[in-house]
């Protein structure tokens, strides 16, 4: 007994992460729905959001302490959808072509489109909740990092140019992507949208690779 | 008679100055503790500012109202910056673009937690979003101007869209000074301002028709 139990308990404990994760996919769908007819998150009540996910109160409560630790649950899985996507860029091999890169570029474009909702939620809210601030910093220094990885990488394979910062050329990429796909793509329609991806596309092929390629 | 109520509107104006800087003052300090501008209340305010609830409602409306008023006041040299950057030619090199943004990451330096209070209030204040939005219009028109014309003079990289590389380029720009060199320490921020003209001249200008002659 005392060799299996713990085997239960991992058991029961990923049981309990797969349940949160579906109840938070169906909260989440909730608040997109909620707030496409211009609500903002802080108006929002636990009430009307349970109601809209077809949920009880209760499930609510066993899974979330309150409205902002669920913000919080789709915040940091809304950045691992775009960490997965963005892959696609950082895995591109040394031969890859600028139209590789655009098309990297677009799976994260498709990554955060659909999900645009959870972003002006966390703008939202930032503005008056610390905990929100913090892990959202924390995830976006995650992502500079691996972006930082995929730079130096580059320049010692020699397809990236060598004199960058690998991490604060990073840094200043990041934080255009992150502030961009907010206030730009996320409004844009289809044409305003390719052109915005020529745009980043160009920002950072000029940035990276077109000097090493042309040396 | 007119210069009587001349001198008291100049008493007024002035006594508005002082009231706010010493409000800002408070603020720059709770917000480099940690706080964000939103959970800072006006109570809280004028009681660390060693002023009165009324004193404070005598000049402003409300937490907003502050904060645009100070706003008024920087919006022309933050401009004026931004200009050292709009006015190099074909004839700029990488070093003239180090200067030029270092003029501006400077000039932004010693207001980046104020901005970062407007933009605080800007994801639920109205007039302070239009404030930004209109700001940062200008800004991306600038450079937008400053594309065009480097496009057609052959210093700036002619496939580029113009529109929209000019619209991400200003908001990282904008992030990146509200993100980054907000917190940084001068030697942070020479590097931060390192990586930036990289950036920019890689993007822009390094791969421009007049510059790849003059490279061969």
Do not use: C
Not at chain 1, 3 to 15: E, L
Not at chain 2, 179 to 194: G, N, P, S, Y
Request: without cysteine; glycine residues 4%; proline residues 3%.
């Amino acid at each position: 007994m005392a060799r299996t139990s713990p085997q239960v308990g991992r058991n029961h404990q990923a049981s309990r992460a797969q349940r949160r994760a579906d109840i938070r996919d169906r909260l989440r769908i909730a608040v997109e729905d909620l707030m496409a007819d211009d609500q903002s998150y802080t108006a929002l009540s636990v009430e009307r959001i349970v109601k809209e996910a077809q949920i009880s109160r209760a499930t609510f409560y066993v899974y979330f302490e309150d409205k902002g630790d669920l913000l919080r649950a789709l915040a940091e899985d809304f950045i691992e959808r775009i960490l997965v996507a963005a892959s696609a860029w950082w895995e591109l091999p040394p031969g890859a072509t600028k139209s590789d890169l655009r098309a990297a570029m677009r799976s994260i474009f498709n990554a955060y489109l659909p999900h645009k909702v959870v972003m002006a939620a966390v703008v939202e809210v930032a503005s008056y909740d610390a905990p929100l601030r913090t892990l959202f910093g924390d995830l976006l220094d995650r992502t500079i990092g691996a972006v930082a990885d995929h730079i130096a990488t580059g320049q010692s394979a020699g397809f990236v140019a060598p004199e960058l910062d690998p991490l604060r050329t990073a840094a200043w990429l990041t934080w255009m992507a992150e502030r961009g796909l907010y206030q730009l793509v996320a409004s844009a329609d289809e044409d305003r949208s390719e052109r915005l991806l020529d745009a980043i596309t160009d920002i950072t092929w000029n940035t990276l690779y077109a000097q090493a390629v042309a040396a | 008679m007119p210069s009587v109520t001349r001198k008291s509107h100049g008493n007024r104006a002035k006594r508005r100055d002082d009231v706010r800087r010493r409000l800002l003052t408070v603020v720059e300090r709770l917000m480099s503790q940690g706080e964000s501008y939103a959970e800072i209340s006006v109570e809280r305010l004028v009681s660390e500012a060693g002023l009165s609830r009324s004193t404070f409602y005598v000049y402003f409306e409300d937490k907003g109202d502050l904060l645009r008023a100070w706003f008024t006041q920087v919006i022309e040299e933050l401009e004026d910056a931004a200009g050292a950057w709009w006015q190099l030619d074909g004839s700029a090199t990488r070093a003239d673009l180090h200067v030029a943004l270092g003029q501006i990451v400077r000039s932004y330096r010693p207001h980046t937690t104020l901005m970062a209070a407007l933009y605080d209030i800007s994801s639920y204040d109205v007039t302070a979003r239009e404030e930004v939005t209109t700001m940062m219009g200008r800004n991306a028109g600038g450079l937008l101007r400053h594309v065009r014309d480097g496009q057609s003079q052959g210093w700036i990289d002619p496939f580029l869209r113009p529109e929209e590389t000019a619209a991400w380029l200003m908001w990282m720009a904008e992030r990146g000074l509200h993100q980054m060199v907000r917190t940084a320490d001068d030697d942070e921020a020479d590097k931060l301002i390192v990586a930036f003209t990289d950036i920019i001249w890689n993007t822009l200008y390094a791969r421009a028709p007049l510059r790849r002659v003059a490279a061969a």
